[in-house]
């Protein structure tokens, strides 16, 4: 399965603990498509709400196509996600849920050429839980330099 990376949510993981993801669609209009295709997108602050049924990503910035002229697009506008009816209720039912939030982790296109994203149920994390993330990220490089050494 070959993916083109367009953005990547790094801190996302360090964040929050992530539950369950699925990979959801996007409606985009053609200039959004053409940005995408440039590599130009950031998703670090975005996020997944619900409303009438469905679910949107709010404040994902997609900037405008250099050649789009009028039929440009907002770069920060509500953009709808498309997901199964099952998944859709799942992951509504997950958001509801006291402390969970909807984080996109990362924009891609897939085999198919489609834009994709991939979309996480999260629970924010403490700052005890960071530090031990922290923790537990130093003490693999610091094995992985004796393993080297070592030989």
């Known amino acids: 399965m070959v993916r083109r990376l367009i953005a990547d949510n790094r801190k996302a993981r360090f964040n929050y603990a992530i539950e369950e993801s699925v990979e959801a669609g996007l409606v985009l209009t053609g200039t959004e498509v053409k940005a995408l295709r440039e590599g130009r997108a950031n998703i670090a602050e975005a996020y997944a709400a619900p409303a009438d ?25 509500p953009r709808k996600l498309l997901l199964h009816k099952k998944q859709l209720e799942t992951f509504l039912g997950l958001a509801k849920q006291g402390g969970m939030t909807l984080v996109p982790l990362k924009l891609y296109f897939n085999d198919r050429g489609v834009a994709k994203l991939e979309l996480a149920v999260a629970r924010g994390k403490k700052l005890h839980d960071k530090r031990q993330t922290i923790k537990d990220r130093d003490w693999q490089r610091q094995k992985q330099r004796l393993m080297r050494a070592k030989g």
């Open 53 to 77: 049924g469905e679910l949107w990503l709010i404040n994902a910035h997609i900037p405008e196509y250099k050649s789009g002229n009028r039929y440009n697009h907002e770069p920060r506008r």
